[in-house]
């Protein structure tokens, strides 16, 4: 019997022990799979980079609320707990009494942590609402291309499409997986909220060494793992349509086409394919056309297709490709690919969008309601799609367009964030830094002094997940999981939850926001109210918080994607004004975006001379996102404490790098350092830089400093995907490389500010 507390994170349960202060974590024995990411919670724990006291910006603090460049540089004041109640509900009230509500955006897009009372989402959003509500943002960096155009194409949400049919049906009915992007199982770790059981890993290896097909299209061969039946195909980064339209093309010419499916299951197939012959362009999509956008043979591009249409195929997209530039285009191509070869709806057939982007994506779907901690109700109708954050904030008033709607930037006085990194997880950092000099106030609840914490005027130290009780749950897990409190707060960081509630007292919204429940009470209450909801005799609170966890009933685990839909296209119509799979889509052509046409479209990337590489910044194999970047399996993953640039050995000797070098990474909007991996792994022309390290600026005065450590994301362009769905492109960006020779700045990114105790008037460090 293991020993010690549960726990539960996006990367799974743990079991820790605490022994003379001293953290410990172990594995959960329901666990096949643990990932070694929970490793880097011990360094975390303790760490200097955590946020110990309530903290007010020197500037702010004494020249008062207003734009103010010195984000970013500044010193801190170490304010007792009162005074910050204080100082940020003045300033909350006197923002909306002066601007009203759509001034505040409480958006704060990111991960948190596990455990659905404590969600700081969740939290901020009802804290907000019961001041009168925000400006919000909708989609995710993760899925904002397919969010928006999939429900034109399939009538659905991208959460219903994403991995529906599971990996037991691939395991059992698919000969061939055409894997645009690869399956990647570094990204099967993780899912938002945790996942209790990983399987998808195994499941995924156990598909690829029974000799399955498996065609793994991505400039990296790590994609995806290795097997008798795999094939690494090196492809351009970007140029993935180009290959699907040849062979679309190839279909076509040799009639392997279902016409029968495209003519009674699909809108709009004749357009697309006089698009694909050339007929309304005068650019026929031939194989060699494409072998010359893409680097894939043009032979081999031939075989590939009469391949797909001899097996039961599936093709598959993950999420990064459409993170990019006309990021709408490849899971829509994608599926009209696969509705060409007419296996939507068969078993193991059709079109997958996610395997190898997340865990819990081809697990049977439960469509399960989760505990769920009410938000209120949000009256602002002021809306921004996540990524357009750095424009809201430089062009109040600027006018844009999304999904065939025209509408203006807010004027943001006040940015609240909780339980997310924008300085991880935006584009061109600078550009940033430059957006978050203009509002008045920035408020950071943060565990970690993260470069947003940095950025910010109130940072408010929150307790980490380790120190707070949950339940930790997650759409289709199979177990709910009581989270334990395994150790206090260190120094005065207090729960999001007990922030909130003073300062809803000193906004005289107590009694609204808590209802009265303290954190324990709050969970018996969640855990009721959702057990009420439950068909399945599920165990009282008390039996569930002293098992630990609660295994959820199994489902069935035979889910095939639009089954239904392919057997009757008019008894289970999908919800797209033809009812069925738009091809070409009339709503997106009314719209007349030049961006985003009425059916796929290949655009080839923009190309600018001085920045001949292209670099794919991807999820990042030893952490999640940038959490917990100090702990040690996220620095194993390091060179000499630098992030490392993979690149084509190549690549590098005409640069004169050497392997382990320290390498300038230059981009249109900004620089950054790394460290150089050589590997023949790579494609030619294509660098790798994975995101999370933390951003640090060599010179915070100056905001185009290059970072010092090696995040990609003081590199991407901040540009959203298309006018439809203006979703996140950071994916991708063209750069240049060369050598160092400076001197090797060191990484200053995990250093707190200095700041003054006013309490011991010092300053540190
Ligand atoms: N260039 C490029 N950029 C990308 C991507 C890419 O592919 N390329 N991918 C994008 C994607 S898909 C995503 S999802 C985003 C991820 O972006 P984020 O979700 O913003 O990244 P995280 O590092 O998970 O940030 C979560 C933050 O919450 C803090 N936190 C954790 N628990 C708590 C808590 O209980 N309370 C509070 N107050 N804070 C807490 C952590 O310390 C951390 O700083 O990045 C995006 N950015
Ligand atoms: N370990 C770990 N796992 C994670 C996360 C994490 O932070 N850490 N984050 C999670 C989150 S929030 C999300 S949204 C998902 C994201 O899931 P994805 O977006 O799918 O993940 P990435 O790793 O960014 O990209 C997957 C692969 O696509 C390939 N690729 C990139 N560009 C192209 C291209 O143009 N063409 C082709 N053919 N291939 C390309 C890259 O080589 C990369 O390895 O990952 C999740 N999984
Ligand atoms: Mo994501």
């Not at 893409?294 to 459409?322: D, F, K, Y």
């Not at 069935?556 to 033809?578: I, K």
């Not at 920045?611 to 991807?618: A, I, S, W």
């Amino acid at each position: 019997m293991s020993q010690g507390l549960i726990s539960s994170s996006h990367w799974g349960p743990l079991r820790a022990t605490v022994s003379d202060g001293r953290l410990s974590v172990a594995s959960h024995e329901l666990d096949p799979d643990p990932s070694p990411i929970a490793r880097n919670l011990i360094a975390a724990n303790g760490h200097r980079s955590r946020v110990l006291f309530p903290m007010v910006r020197r500037g702010w603090l004494d020249g008062g609320p207003g734009p103010d460049a010195a984000r970013g540089e500044d010193e801190f004041v170490r304010v007792s707990w009162s005074t910050l109640y204080s100082v940020l509900g003045d300033e909350l009230r006197r923002v909306i009494d002066a601007y009203g509500n759509s001034a505040v955006f409480g958006g704060s897009y990111g991960w948190g942590s596990a455990g659905r009372f404590h969600h700081p989402q969740s939290q901020v959003h009802r804290f907000l609402n019961q001041l009168g509500g925000y400006t919000r943002s909708v989609n995710t960096y993760s899925t904002g291309a397919s969010s928006v155009i999939l429900p034109h194409v399939l009538g659905a949400d991208v959460d219903a499409v994403h991995g529906l049919t599971s990996w037991d049906v691939i395991d059992r009915h698919t000969t061939m997986i055409v894997a645009f992007g690869g399956l990647p199982v570094k990204n099967l770790q993780v899912a938002p909220g945790g996942i209790t059981q990983h399987r998808s890993a195994e499941r995924l290896r156990r598909i690829v060494a029974d000799g399955t097909k498996v065609v793994a299209i991505s400039p990296v061969r790590d994609d995806c793992p290795p097997g008798p039946g795999v094939e690494w195909l090196a492809i351009s980064p970007g140029t993935d349509v180009a290959l699907m339209l040849a062979l679309a093309w190839v279909l076509v010419d040799e009639n392997l086409h279902d016409v029968e499916f495209l003519r009674t299951r699909c809108a709009g197939y004749d357009e697309f394919e006089q698009y694909v012959t050339g007929r309304s362009d005068g650019v026929p999509k031939r194989p060699e056309w494409a072998e010359t956008v893409t680097g894939v043979p043009a032979e081999r591009i031939v075989i590939l297709a009469r391949e797909m249409a001899a097996h039961r195929t599936l093709v598959t997209v993950t999420w990064s490709l459409q993170r990019a530039r006309h990021g709408e285009q490849p899971p829509w191509a994608g599926i009209a690919l696969a509705a060409m070869l007419g296996q939507i709806g068969l078993p193991g057939g059709g079109f997958g969008h996610g395997y190898g982007s997340m865990g819990d994506v081809g697990v049977p779907q439960r469509g399960l309601r989760l505990p769920t901690l009410p938000q209120g109700i949000n009256p602002v109708t002021s809306v921004i799609p996540v990524a357009r954050v750095a424009d809201m904030l430089l062009d109040p008033g600027g006018r844009y367009e999304y999904d065939g709607t025209v509408a203006a930037y807010p004027d943001i006085r006040l940015v609240y964030w909780c339980g997310g990194n924008p300085f991880h997880h935006h584009q061109d950092l600078s550009r940033l830094r430059r957006a978050m000099a203009r509002p008045d106030t920035v408020v950071v609840h943060e565990t970690h002094w993260t470069a947003t914490a940095k950025h910010a005027d109130v940072v408010v130290p929150a307790a980490t997940f380790l120190e707070r009780s949950d339940i930790g749950a997650s759409r289709n897990d199979s177990a709910i999981v009581a989270m334990r409190r395994i150790l206090p707060p260190p120094g005065e960081a207090r729960t999001d939850y007990q922030t909130f509630a003073e300062l809803a007292d000193v906004l005289g919204v107590r009694a609204a926001y808590t209802e009265n429940r303290t954190e324990a009470e709050w969970l018996r209450h969640l855990y009721e109210t959702w057990t009420a909801t439950q068909t399945a005799d599920l165990p009282d609170f008390d039996a569930f918080w002293g098992a630990g966890h609660l295994l959820l009933p199994s489902v069935e685990p035979e889910q095939v994607m639009l089954a239904a839909f392919a057997r009757d296209p008019t008894g289970a119509p999908l919800s797209t004004p033809t009812g069925r799979i738009e091809l070409t889509s009339e709503v997106v052509r009314s719209f007349g975006y030049d961006d985003c046409p009425a059916h796929p479209v290949y655009f080839a990337l923009e190309q600018n001379a001085a920045y001949p590489l292209t670099l794919v910044t991807t999820q990042p194999a030893r952490r999640l996102h940038s959490q917990l970047d100090m702990g040690a399996h996220s620095q194993d993953g390091k060179v000499d404490g630098r992030e490392p640039l993979t690149m084509h050995p190549g690549d590098a000797a005409r640069r004169g790098i050497a392997d382990g070098s320290v390498v300038l990474i230059s981009s249109a909007q900004g620089r950054c350092l790394a460290s150089a991996r050589l590997t023949d792994a790579i494609t030619s022309g294509c660098v790798q830089l994975a995101t999370g390290a933390w951003y640090d600026p060599m010179d915070p005065a100056d905001p185009h400093s290059p970072c010092a450590h090696g995040n990609p994301n003081a590199l991407t362009r901040d540009e959203g995907t298309s006018r439809l769905a203006q979703a996140c492109t950071g994916q991708l960006v063209g750069v240049q490389v060369e050598a160092w020779r400076g001197p090797v700045p060191p990484i200053t990114a995990y250093e707190p500010p200095s700041f003054t105790d006013i309490h011991r008037q010092e300053t540190r460090p």
